[in-house]
């Protein structure tokens, strides 16, 4: 399994994704954690910590839905986070979009701003935002002008769904679902799957600030405690649970073998 965690609010949440930290030693679990850079000023050294052992990767500057941004405030959004992250002496190679909407105008500006691959896409279909049931279920090489389409341009790494009713492997829907998830629609068979966690997830009370009234009580819904005994569920089942960046080393790795 591939582990990814979106950090957007290490103000209320550094305390849970601490607490994350640890239980990824217990386990020898290692994990991408997407970040929103605009916390870098104020938590550049917890980061740095994080990166000793994990990945870190864009999550953008803040965290705003590239699609109602002008092209040069994308643009602006995938430079300045890759520099902030950079800044820090990590290297920044994956990228995610908020609310899992990536613009099409990304696409040639990852390539051009270094990140090697994707991660804004998940394997559902959700209302009125998007539709990507028909999309690979694990990782693959996407194409230069539509990341939902296999091809050769960059690779995507789509947090993936359960079958048979595409239910999204997210802790927020998990955490809510849980009892009624067989579990072993959790772990993975012999294609690698994508769990996505946000840090408001490890936190009780905490959610992402903006959102209307349902949506923060879904988000504060099971988070911290409940949360983490799902997890530690999860990393038991699990053959071994890495990062973006493993998968992709594993790959070239293999490439170069053959
Ligand atoms: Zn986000």
């Known amino acids: 399994m591939i582990l990814t965690i979106d950090i957007e609010n290490l103000d209320l949440t550094e305390q849970g994704v601490r607490r994350l930290l640890r239980l990824l030693d217990k386990y020898n679990a290692k994990a991408t954690f997407f970040v929103v850079t605009d916390q870098i000023k104020k938590h550049g050294r917890f980061i740095k910590q994080i990166a000793e052992k ?11 839905n590239l699609k109602l941004l002008e092209s040069k405030i994308i643009l602006y959004e995938l430079k300045k986070s890759k520099e902030e992250i950079e800044n820090l002496g990590i290297n920044c190679i994956g990228f995610r979009a908020p609310y899992n909407l990536p613009n099409k105008d990304i696409l040639t500006s990852l390539n051009k701003y270094g990140y090697e691959y994707d991660s804004s896409l998940c394997r559902v279909y959700f209302p009125s935002r998007f539709n990507y ?29 359960f079958s048979p009713f595409k239910f999204p492997c997210t802790m927020s829907f998990i955490k809510i679902f849980h009892k009624w998830i067989p579990k072993r629609l ?43 005994s799902i997890l530690e569920g999860i990393m038991k089942r699990e053959r071994r649970i890495i990062s973006c960046k493993e998968y992709l080393d594993q790959l070239k790795a293999q490439v170069r073998n053959n």
Request: hydrophobic share 30%.
């Open 186 to 228: 959790l772990s993975s068979d012999k294609k690698e799957r994508i769990l996505s966690l946000h840090d408001h997830d490890l936190q009780a009370g905490s959610y992402q600030e903006g959102q209307n009234r349902f949506l923060e009580y879904l988000q504060r819904f099971n988070s911290g405690e409940k949360v983490f």
């Open 54 to 64: 994990h990945e870190i990767a864009s999550h953008t500057h803040n965290h705003k």
């Open 133 to 161: 049931r028909g999309i690979p279920n694990s990782p693959y090489i996407a194409k230069g002008d539509d990341l939902t389409k296999k091809g050769n341009f960059m690779m995507e790494f789509p947090i993936s769904s």
